[in-house]
T-cell receptor, first 113, second 113 residues
Framework: IAGITQAPTSQILAAGRRMTLRCTQD?????MYWYRQDLGLGLRLIHY???????GKGEVPDGYSVSRANTDDFPLTLASAVPSQTSVYFC????????????FGPGTRLTVT | KQEVTQIPAALSVPEGENLVLNCSFT??????LQWFRQDPGKGLTSLLL?????REQTSGRLNASLDKSSGRSTLYIAASQPGDSATYLC????????????FGEGTQLTVNP
């Protein structure tokens, strides 16, 4: 069982370019999340989805969009990347909402130049 | 707005020592509290989850306590080992249904052989 996989592992992206970070889980969890982790700011929730077909905004949603077409996949899209989006991005999932234990992927390190 | 604080930010101890990591939160209306471990360059691994109705949870050499009324949790690590070296984060889940975990910035633990 792989748990949660994320792709790519790392990426250098020119400002203004569009980028989609991929996240797939094989645990059949209903809820999925995207966080960004920045030094001095900790982990912050970008978007979440409590079940396939629904999404919600987290603490720092601006500049990001998500979709949840099925249970397993939860891609995060940067429509037009900016340098302030340089960060490490983590995808996570839980059986239901955030009151359940969350499982994290290995992360994507994104640098926007 | 919920705020989570972890003190100290960094801790260095000799192998074999028992130690306590602290987590405090400003809004006591939480559903549960989770402790995570993060190794350098890796994702988060869930260690313990304490429901708001519980006082403590144990897993091996780890014991987490929760005092909801005072807004505090501690993670006790017995007989520390070099392999325990990592960053430990706590996160709280709000009492209302939703998906907004609030994380502390973590305590970076180094266990010296």
């Amino acid at each position: 069982i792989a748990g949660i996989t994320q792709a790519p592992t790392s990426q250098i992206l020119a400002a203004g370019r569009r980028m989609t970070l991929r996240c797939t889980q094989d645990m059949r969890h209903n809820a999925m999340y995207w966080y960004r982790q920045d030094l001095g700011l900790g982990l912050r929730l970008i978007h979440y989805s409590n079940t396939a077909g629904t999404t919600g905004k987290g603490e720092v949603p601006d500049g990001y969009s998500v979709s949840r077409a099925n249970t397993d996949d939860f891609p995060l899209t940067l429509a037009s990347a900016v340098p302030s989006q340089t960060s490490v991005y983590f995808c996570a999932s839980s059986e239901r909402d955030s009151s359940y234990e969350q499982y994290f992927g290995p992360g994507t390190r994104l640098t926007v130049t | 707005k919920q705020e989570v604080t972890q003190i100290p930010a960094a801790l260095s101890v000799p192998e074999g020592e028992n130690l306590v990591l602290n987590c405090s939160f400003t809004d006591s209306a939480i559903y549960n509290l989770q402790w995570f471990r993060q190794d350098p360059g890796k994702g988060l691994t869930s260690l313990l989850l304490i429901q708001s109705s519980q006082r403590e949870q144990t897993s091996g050499r780890l014991n987490a306590s929760l005092d909801k009324s005072s807004g505090r949790s501690t993670l006790y690590i017995a007989a520390s080992q070099p392999g325990d070296s990592a960053t430990y984060l706590c996160a709280v889940s709000p009492s209302t249904s939703g998906s907004r975990l609030t994380f502390g910035e973590g305590t970076q633990l180094t266990v010296n052989p």
